[in-house]
């Protein structure tokens, strides 16, 4: 059934009785199967405030959220199991830190099955298939996760979430702090397992070229208002994006530029790096 909002609003308290607005009448459905979504927005847009309310982490001061129809309001339900709505939507935070405390890899994903009564040897199959999901041998598995890569402790707290089974998964910059071939393997990843599982993935990110390269559905945030709600081609053709603070991806304004200084006539929207250059050589050949 997915995730619906319905003008939704959240406000987190201030100094006295004042209170900051971080969401402001948000209205949105996302499904359960076969989207990529890119969360976008500068620094205090709301972006992590609204992922948090997407498994129940956080209540909407106004408006209804419903998960996979349940509706979440203002007013805690005793009725509701929470914790059932956030095994279905994994949220795996910025800093894989936040996940990761067992001693081993393979009790650290673990936890979230065990905790849900899995016993204990179907846990360890679970831990084990979801390790080999995100690209890491079983070799990891006895491993300190504490003594791993930053790029591999992303992947087990990956893992850790994935195991789970959840219907949508929810990323917080997943590709920060790693080196553009970290993050082509990382994203190539999450694309695989979105295609294999047939999962909803939305994605937390500053990141246009990710942005215009792997995802099929963007959501701009500014303000705490939703601005757009569409494709990162129709994003990215428009022309007033700067203000939402955000930048064109690299491919587009480098032969943008390159049209500008030369007089070229070039078709600048090209996802990739490698057909970018393909381009160009074309018209230099030309």
Same mark, same amino acid.
């Not at 081993?104 to 979230?112: N, P």
């Not at 949508?168 to 920060?176: A, C, G, H, K, V």
């Not at 942005?211 to 208002?225: A, C, I, Q």
């Given at each position: 059934?997915?995730? !619906?909002?319905?003008?939704?609003? =959240? &406000?987190? $308290? ?9 969401? /402001? *009448? +948000? ?59 956030? !095994?279905?939507?994994?949220?795996? =935070? &910025?800093? $894989? ?9 393979? /009790? *650290? +994903? ?177």
């Amino acid at each position: 059934m997915g995730i !619906q909002f319905k003008e939704v609003s =959240f &406000q987190y $308290p201030g100094w006295g009785k004042q209170f900051f607005e971080a969401l /402001k *009448d +948000i209205s949105l459905t996302i499904n359960d199967k076969d989207e990529f979504i890119a969360l976008v927005g500068e620094t205090g847009s709301g972006k992590s405030t609204l992922a948090q309310h997407m498994n129940a982490l956080i209540f909407p001061t106004s408006g209804t959220v419903e998960i996979n129809g349940v509706p979440i309001t203002a007013k805690r339900n005793k009725k509701i199991k929470y914790n059932s709505i956030r !095994q279905q939507i994994g949220l795996v =935070f &910025q800093f $894989p830190e936040y996940q990761l405390f067992e001693e081993t890899v393979e /009790k *650290d +994903i673990m936890f979230g099955p065990k905790n849900f009564r899995v016993p204990e040897e179907e846990a360890r199959e679970m831990a084990k298939k979801a390790l080999n999901m995100v690209g890491l041998s079983d070799k990891y598995l006895t491993r300190n996760p504490f003594n791993l890569s930053g790029g591999e402790k992303k992947r087990v707290s990956i893992a850790g979430i994935l195991a789970m089974n959840p219907k949508i998964l929810i990323l917080d910059e997943p590709t920060s702090g790693l080196d553009p071939a970290g993050k082509k393997l990382l994203m190539n990843l999450f694309k695989s397992i979105q295609k294999e599982t047939g999962k909803t993935i939305i994605i937390i990110t500053h990141d246009m070229d990710l942005v215009y390269e792997y995802t099929n559905r963007v959501l701009v945030l500014n303000e705490g208002m939703l601005e757009f709600d569409g494709t990162p081609d129709y994003l990215f053709h428009r022309h007033d994006i700067d203000k939402w603070h955000l930048d064109y991806p690299a491919t587009i304004s480098v032969l943008r530029a390159i049209n500008d200084k030369f007089h070229y006539n070039l078709d600048i929207y090209q996802k990739t790096i490698d057909a970018a250059v393909s381009t160009i050589a074309k018209a230099v050949q030309s």
